[in-house]
């Protein structure tokens, strides 16, 4: 698999100690969380509101005071549930964080089965048993120790960190065979490269026709694998993705509106004007103004 695809280029934390925490705080309208992936680990929380976070091809509905795992490498997106406002906290780590250097019995015994997905371990931590309380405890820590950033809070927030990665071990399943995963990771890097595609030429004229051609299937089994896996139509996202691009232009340039839509990949501004108030709720002329405004 080309490791760049959808790869997030954003470093967390530094080499010393990679780790970095993150608030986001969601009004609705907003995208969650974009389609990406990243070669971290991350646990996410919901402080208020709720969504849906996908993990490859699972979902989740998340309220507050819930959390998910994201594993190393795996594919994941939030999308708003019932339009409603959220907010979230996040840690992004390396597991080389957890890693002494040399051979190491912890790392390889324990960390290491997590990060190759070698246990069936549970993603939503809801707080319905007594690890999972446990669990959202040290999560909460780790985020206000990285955020204070108080004297030793690193030695503190890895301890914390090693805490929360026990108790998931500890009630996790290991896995005996992977071989009936093989098809779904080929699928999951097709997708991945087709994402890859369509990122780099939203700009041009792009059809299903086209991109499946370029992943080597066929146009029906595209189109069914993709709705399959994002619940929605290879174009659908496409336009959503467009509509992305569009409201940076907005914002970021003095272009007309007409330029944005054929910078973005529409040839028809009616489409275009229809197309963003769908995904946005109002028109591109209107959301300029309002940021103006502000």
């Known amino acids: 698999m080309d490791k760049t695809l959808l790869k997030e280029n954003r470093i967390h934390g530094d080499p010393s100690f990679p780790l970095c925490a993150y608030y986001m705080d969601i009004v609705p309208g907003d995208v969650v969380l974009d389609c ?4 971290e680990m991350e646990f996410l929380v919901v402080n208020s509101g709720k969504a849906i976070f996908q993990i490859e091809t699972e979902y989740y509905n998340v309220h507050a005071g819930e959390a998910i795992l994201i594993n190393s490498g795996e594919l994941h997106a939030g999308y708003p ?3 409603s406002p959220c907010s979230y906290e996040a840690i992004v780590f390396n597991s080389d964080l957890l890693h002494s250097g040399s051979f190491d019995l912890i790392y390889s015994k324990y960390i290491e089965p997590i990060t190759k997905n070698r246990l069936i371990f549970k993603r939503h931590i809801t707080g319905g048993s007594e690890w999972e309380v ?6 909460s820590k780790v985020l206000k120790l990285v955020f204070a950033r108080q ?3 690193e030695m503190l927030a890895k301890s914390e960190l090693l805490n ?3 108790q998931l071990i500890m009630n996790s399943t290991p896995l005996v065979a992977e071989s009936e995963k093989a098809n779904g990771h080929q699928n999951l890097d097709r997708l991945k490269s087709a ?5 780099d030429n939203y700009s041009q004229k792009l ?5 499946s051609a370029f992943l080597g299937i066929s146009e029906g089994y595209f189109c069914r694998l993709f709705k399959h896996y994002f619940k929605r139509t290879p174009m659908d996202y496409l336009n959503y993705y467009r509509i992305t691009q569009a409201i940076k232009l907005l914002e970021e340039t003095e272009l007309k509106v007409l330029e944005v839509a054929m910078e973005v990949g529409f040839d028809n501004i009616s489409y275009f004007i229809s197309t963003f108030k769908h995904y946005v ?3 591109p002329s209107k959301y300029r103004s309002q940021g103006k405004a502000n």
Request: glycine share 6%; aromatic share 10%.
């Open 36 to 39: 990406h992936w990243h070669e």
């Open 81 to 83: 549930l019932e339009n």
């Open 134 to 139: 446990e669990l959202l405890l040290s999560l």
């Open 151 to 153: 004297p030793a809070y």
């Open 164 to 166: 929360m990665l026990a």
């Open 195 to 199: 994402l890859k595609y369509m990122h």
């Open 207 to 211: 059809s299903t026709r086209g991109v």
């Open 281 to 283: 709720g109002i028109t």
